[in-house]
């Protein structure tokens, strides 16, 4: 049975920081491309970070310099270290490991940032 469980979401203040993590579990970790993303209340679901198999990263524009996405193939873990949050960063984040057509999601964790 796959799982992805994400922590580390919480209430912060504009100017915190939050560090997530995802464990996954049931699938070889290391052969998946993990990704985070976030979907705000009455919004679609976008693209947070994405950090590949051998490492390589991307990130949206809105989090480029603030947000860093790791991994821990021995922990079979995916962080992302969240550093100036603002307001708008508040959704509910999810971690995603894909691996070709095969794709596993979490339950999210909600992160809210107050002004």
């Known amino acids: 049975q796959v799982q992805l469980v994400e922590s580390g979401g919480g209430l912060v203040q504009a100017g915190g920081s939050l560090r997530l993590s995802c464990v996954a579990s049931?699938?070889?970790?290391?052969?998946?491309?993990m990704g985070w993303y976030r979907q705000a209340s009455g919004k679609q679901r976008d693209l947070v970070a994405r950090?590949?198999?051998?490492?390589?990263?991307n990130y949206a524009d809105s989090v480029k310099g603030r947000f860093t996405i790791s991994r821990d193939n021995a922990k079979s873990t995916v962080y992302l270290q969240m550093n100036s949050l603002k307001p708008e960063d508040t959704a509910v984040y999810y971690c995603?490991?894909?691996?070709?057509?095969?794709?596993?999601g979490g339950q999210g964790t909600q992160v809210t940032v107050s002004s």
């Open positions: 995603r490991g894909e691996r070709g057509s095969v794709a596993y």
């Open positions: 049931g699938i070889t970790f290391s052969l998946y491309d």
């Open positions: 950090i590949s198999t051998s490492g390589s990263t």
